[in-house]
């Protein structure tokens, strides 16, 4: 049932496909209601936009510095903010709000180098917020059965993982992706990285999420592939976990008919996993008898701690909104749960700003690999 | 944008399902707002549950009928209605809000015989009224996207259609599927019919709707299989449609691992479509060269008729809540165009109240060839 | 190890595909050595292919008659005979094969009627004489494993079974199929039925063997759909099996992207199994958790009595040649069983002549149906 | 139809599954009659084999040595020699039949070292010999079609290749895998390398045929992953070809679920190539617009240089021996036209020994990288 919660939105304007999904995913679970917003740096168009989405004027603020003040100050200020703003802008916006004593849900990668990301972790600690990095994939209840199933030993011990993520749409040479594939090609607005930012920092919160595994360190070969561009396209990482497992991460963004391919496959001393999140509904899972098991969503056999997300009968798919629903799902429970004295850490089921920091040094140590010409670099 | 809508829904109380889901399809593109209820036929649980989802207690009504009565009369009130019952009375619902002035949102199937629903057409016709009815599974936009190939002759002249939906959850004797179930499979509350019903309706409506052929007449052989069932829980209906084409629509309660497997299958004199709406993100094209296409519902490949219902970019997966939200997309700008007059026919596009009539019909035909033993009916 | 067995072909002459097979099929084993045939109505041509093929010019006869006589007679003479002329002739060769006291391999169907294939039966089992019917696919490991799992009561009593095998080779009304579709397609040559006789046939063979039931009644609906045909190319039949299941089977020839798409769907009290010809290596079985299992044809799961057929560890495929000579395989231990002495009937594990001619009877049931517009016809 | 060729088989005794496969995949063409062997050490083993296999008595030898000096003595010698041999003896087996002017075709891996291999090449090249490599694989119709889509410019230019060889059979410490895993986990006979010269030799193979790319440097990481393990068992190859393209090549014999599961990925400037070994009767190919399109063996689609070798109509499956029939089709064809004299390099279409050569060479270079520290290594 609804929990009464309020959120603002920085970022997100007309146009801006992130803060539309992140609206439309709280809606489907009514988890919070959108009382306040920055929507855009055009105090005019930010105005407009939150009036259209039903927001009071005096909600519509004119800087996110001036909301975080006025949202912190009211008594029936927003409960959480959602940033979605560009990503270099990310650590000076959560800070504000943090700094306003109000709970953080951000996009991912949560920062432009893991320094500051440690330093929004500190403040959050400090003063006892939540901070939530929105990698939505983590959200499919089918991710959580797959983290419950290596957590419950049904695989054995985890030996190597084969995780990718190619996409395609920057295939083309004359085509920029248009304002999307712009910034993030261009270093001025993407700093040193650009292909393994987006898509690595979600396979390797995918593996972390899933196995529970530390990255001991990496080797990584970035290439700049299509003609014209100046930051990677194509990422090949070695990795070798804390325990000894080992695994290759790829990434690329013109792998033509790959719409949004994050795979997962883990293989353990006694299974297997597969995981695909253009197929969310279902999990591969293999036995020492070698016979494939696929298991969909709502099955008898998916463990109550991801079940519990589940919307809809099986055979009734959910997709990617759902999964960022459930994101806001655990996180809107949270933050009802400091709202009224109950919130204990057990809680939390939604990527911690831990995971945005790990994201981030994770890139950090594969620009160094590569600037060093491929050679191991430990995290 | 957000059209200011405002709806009142009922039925949908505590733990129904149907309702639940009716309001987060309504709520993820934010169609329209909930402002009034009669969730349930005890008025202090209605109330309850009203409040529970944010309603006004004045507008948590104890009965339908007052609440038609009070919307239709209220300045503000509600520019439709979703009426989420029990099936048996649908009919008394509907004609409730329509003779109040109210636009109808139902359930299906529309009624318990169509001369109730052709009443409630009738009533509609002549109040320029609107009414749909929701058939889920076709507000995919691959579900549109079939109807436009079929349209534009891509697959030529359509020669038969395979059409089924199994379902196995009732496949077990001992288990009847709990409250679900329970008044599915009870000739008390469902009349003569059940997997047909539920099932068959849908399976029709998804031909209909995809290929526009009107059924000319229908042979059926429904059998009642699971031991202690009392009405047909395995249907197997051969069809021939106007124009020549023919067909068979299967349907089954009891088909252990379907889940809830709509599939159509439409073969052409230069071409087939094959659809599943469990992927409900990819239709299967297959022209003369014998080569199946598998078109994604973000592909530029995809009719701009249907596309422009998608929400998310290629990959990022939209599911079943979506579809249903998806025809209230449609509906709720229907509702709004009639509200401020810029209404026209072209603008529909859900399921009608005309094909909520025609399942009805060939549910009577097919009981008809039942009980004479399996011979041709016409419709 | 080879059996030193010796045949003969009859038909099977330069381009047809079906004698190649044949002769492809029994050599991957080696289970026998071509030594005779009579491959042509043209003296010359028959013995061409015949010396071209490896045989002695003695033994490549002018006739098949004159074949069974010096055959029958030769200390060194064929053991069995491999009939792969066209249908309306397989009755006169195989008989007088058999009156020579020669062991008979025939392609399907077996007659033009059923009272021909009956004393087919009576001669051979006169005479103690082996007759094999090619269904080449149920020589499938996999579709031994089929028959094992209901065999052991893995599914439970089976309820209901869709059957098919739709083509689409046929489809285009200007392109008769070449010297193949010619024939089937022409009343002269095929009688009274086509797609049933071809397409039909193997799918009521699939459902005898895998399941064990027999057909009590039909009602099929046979139409002539691609404009200019004379014969059936559409199948559409409801069946009721004796003890209660029930089905249906379709075939047909016009189906645009259906190569050779034999496909069994048993659905059981217990759980579900699916197979699918042109995925051989494989069959789905799902049971009361509704997982889906996929057990490939060499895995262990795989019931010894099925498995002794495969010839490669999993993930190295077998496909239609290997499942034909499956068929050999037994029908050639048979044969050398019978030459020592050692046969006993439990040995046998290919099509018999018994199926052939249940074959026709399901041919002559659906003819019956239709003619007397689409009404059940009792076997 | 047949050449009249004669084969010998050096290896492949009782029990020996390579040996078989040959024979089988060269019988079911009729591509060459087998009539001499030396089929184990032991001499008695040898013969009763060869009789067995319908060997006259002397012409199964005791040793190779003596069979290749009589039987390149014999006016009714063998055309070529198969050689299937336990891998360190290959090389001396087939200089001995090169120097008795014996065409040869043997089993991969080549040699112990790519230096013994190049002296073959030598040999083989003064003597005009032909010398075939049997990589199985590449034997596929749909293999040879992947190669004529990339040559003929279907995707563009070839960006990056992900080639992967898992198998799961070596998954268990407590089992070696019975006698075929215990040879190849056994330094003594399998030198330095295990699972990358059994499985990774395939893949660089696959690649190399497929796409006409050369390797310039490799970057090995060569794992011993499963307890007790004492050669590598999980190969992770970054990989450079010249031309600039980049891949990774991925080995495994504890992938769990992994039967033969051979796969490549080539992606391209203007589309996307999928093939995969398992499923060996199609390739994907998508173009510029994402579509995949799923070809078929015996489409019109394939390439005239590719659907010769095919046997059989569209979703009649042809699997692992009729590709290695196909190996042997073309060599056989081969050796056919050096004996009359009509042979141009221009007619092979097997893997020859050149592919051998660079498969050493590139296990050579990843062994090489692994003892160095996973640093590149050029070939």
New interface residues.
Partial sequence: ??K?LRYGMVGGGPGA?IG??H??AI????TARLVAGCFSRDPEKSRDHGN???LDTERCYESYKEMALAEGKRKDGIDFVVVVTPNATHYEVCKAFLEAGIHVACDKPLATDSSQAEELKRIADEKGLLFMVTYTYMGHVTAKYVRDLVKNGE?GTV??I?A?Y???WL???KDWGGKQGEWRCDPKQSGRVNCLGDLGTHVENAVAMMTGLKIRRV?A?M?I??PGRKLDD?D?V?VEYEGGA?G?N?T?Q????????LRIRI??????I?WF??D??EV?L???????????RS???ITPEAARYG????????????AMGNLYDSFGECVAAKRNGTFTEEMIDYPTIGYGIQGLKYVEACLKSQEN????VEL
């Fill in positions: 049932m609804r009464n496909f539309d999904a609206r439309r809606s489907v679970d009514d259209a989405l039903g695989i030996r190597t084969m990718e190619p996409q395609g295939y083309n040479e080797l070969k290439d592939v299509v194509n090949q070695l080992t290759i790829w690329s013109f792998a033509i008919g790959c719409d949004n391919s293989y353990g001393s006694k299974g297997t597969l999140q253009e969310p509904e591969t293999i036995k020492e008898d070698g016979i494939p098991r696929l298991v969909k099955y008898p056999a919307r809809l009968p099986a055979g009734h798919t959910e997709g990617w909104l759902e010409g491929n050679v191991w």
